[in-house]
Every structure is written in structure tokens, then in C-alpha cells.
């Protein structure tokens, strides 16, 4: 059983950044697709980045050039580098893991964190 736990959450204002952190307790970290998913207040869960065992990542339009996904493998950290945050970024950020790149590309994870939130004042 993967456990995800997410940190790093917090309060800035605009034009702020933060770096979210998810430690994943699975020796075989390095094998799995991880991504960062948001839910907004109101609104459905969307995805937000992912990354492939082999370092490939995918970025939702509304992050590009703003966001950047990466892993620690060592560490069996993802993490979320969050730059020029906008009160539209504001939501609960969730970790999610899965052995399969083709689940990952369907939104499809096995395992999720339980979130960390991220509220971006104006």
C-alpha cells in the first residue's frame, strides 16, 4: 500500500510562490507515474502536472510556464514549484501515484494524498 502525504500548502499573495512536497512511503517510487491534482471550492478536481518514471511531464494549459513538476527518486519526493500564483490557484493541491503511465494520462490513479491546501490572496 502507497502512502501520500502532501506539504507546503499556505497563504500568499499574488504573485507569490510556493513549493508543495509529496513524500511517498513505496520503494518503488521511481517506477511510478506521479501528478499533482487541484479542487477548488465549487468545482471539479483537475489535473495539474504529471510525471513519468522517465522524467517526461505534462502540464495543464492553466500552469504552463508558471509551474514545474519534478521528483527526487532518493527521496521518494514529488514536488510542485508554484511561481506567480494567482487567487485563481487558490484550491487543495493532491499528490496521486500510480504504477501505469496510461492510467496517469486517464486521470486513473491508484493511490492519492489527502492534500494540502493553497490559498492565494489578490
Known amino acids: 500500500q502507497v502512502q501520500l502525504v502532501e506539504s507546503g500548502g499556505g497563504s500568499v499573495q499574488a504573485g507569490g510562490s510556493l513549493t508543495l512536497s509529496c513524500v511517498a512511503s513505496?520503494?518503488?517510487?521511481?517506477?511510478?507515474?506521479m501528478g499533482w491534482f487541484r479542487q477548488a471550492p465549487g468545482k471539479e478536481r483537475e489535473a495539474v502536472a504529471r510525471i513519468g518514471a522517465a522524467l517526461t511531464t505534462v502540464y495543464a494549459d492553466a500552469v504552463k510556464g508558471r509551474f514545474t513538476i519534478s521528483r527526487d527518486n532518493a527521496k521518494t519526493t514529488l514536488y510542485l514549484r508554484m511561481t506567480n500564483l494567482q487567487p485563481e490557484d487558490t484550491a487543495m493541491f493532491y499528490c496521486?501515484?500510480?504504477?501505469?503511465?496510461?492510467?496517469?494520462?486517464?486521470?486513473?490513479?491508484?493511490?492519492w494524498g489527502r492534500g494540502t491546501q493553497v490559498t492565494v490572496s489578490s
Open positions: 513505496e520503494y518503488a517510487f521511481s517506477t511510478n507515474c
Open positions: 496521486a501515484a500510480d504504477p501505469s503511465w496510461a492510467r496517469c494520462t486517464r486521470g486513473d490513479y491508484t493511490y
